[in-house]
């Protein structure tokens, strides 16, 4: 079974200039997660998909960054301008979704998109 | 503020000991606990999960946990080489999201 896939795996570019990562979750996983890396820290939620509606994105900075998961599948993040601070990995994670009682199901991570803000 | 706390470490444990990790969480409501190992550059692969009091052991693993305390653990014993790693203890807050602490960094010397 494929896992999660991302791309592009790294990206250099200019502060100002746009950028956008791609995310293809695991065939079946209706749940989807954009999450950002900092060296040294945890992942933090950008957004959550439920199929195709968002239905967490308190934490995404909605003056600069915007991402859509049409159809319910794949899904795009993307950050117009980028800033300096923008530089991270940007990871994408799917899960089966929803809860059962005592938990959640467990997510699976891409191998992230290294972002370089120059 | 929800909060995941762990010792960022480095934690330093020879070939074939026990590594210790410990994490605390401050939701109360928190129902779900997930221990993720990082390699250096790679993404975060699950390595255990536990939702209920006690003691869950998989192999050379076993999680620890203590809802009373808001406290959860994760053993390794017989540490090898190629468990250093950073550990990063997740929480589940409510829906399906995870709060991720910082990690610990584990290096297990030969």
């Known amino acids: 079974e494929a896992g999660v896939v991302q791309s592009p795996r790294y990206k250099i570019i200019e502060k100002k200039q746009p950028v956008a990562f791609w995310c293809n979750p695991i065939s079946g996983h209706n749940t989807l997660y954009w999450y950002l890396q900092n060296l040294g820290q945890g992942p933090e939620l950008l957004i959550r998909y439920e199929n195709e509606e968002a239905v967490d994105d308190s934490q995404l900075p909605k003056d600069r960054f915007s991402a859509e998961r049409l159809k319910g599948v794949d899904s795009t993040l993307k950050i117009q301008p980028a800033e300096l601070g923008d530089s991270a990995v940007y990871l994408c994670?799917?899960?089966?979704?929803?809860?059962?009682?005592?938990?959640?199901?467990?997510?699976?991570f891409g191998p992230g998109t290294r972002l370089t803000v120059l | 503020q929800k909060e995941v706390e762990q010792n960022s470490g480095p934690l330093s444990v020879p070939e074939g000991a026990i590594a210790s990790l410990n994490c605390t969480y401050s939701d109360r409501g928190s129902q779900s606990f997930f221990w993720y190992r990082q390699y250096s550059g790679k993404s975060p692969e699950l390595i255990m999960f536990?939702?209920?009091?006690g003691d869950k052991e998989d192999g050379r693993f076993t999680a620890q946990l203590n809802k009373a305390s808001q406290y959860v653990s994760l053993l390794i014993r017989d540490s090898q080489p190629s468990d250093s790693a950073t550990y990063l203890c997740a929480v589940n807050e409510g829906g399906t999201a995870l709060i991720f602490g910082k990690g610990t960094t584990l290096s297990v010397s030969s």
């Open positions: 994670a799917s899960s089966l979704g929803g809860q059962f009682l005592g938990g959640v199901n467990e997510q699976f």
């Open positions: 536990i939702y209920s009091n």
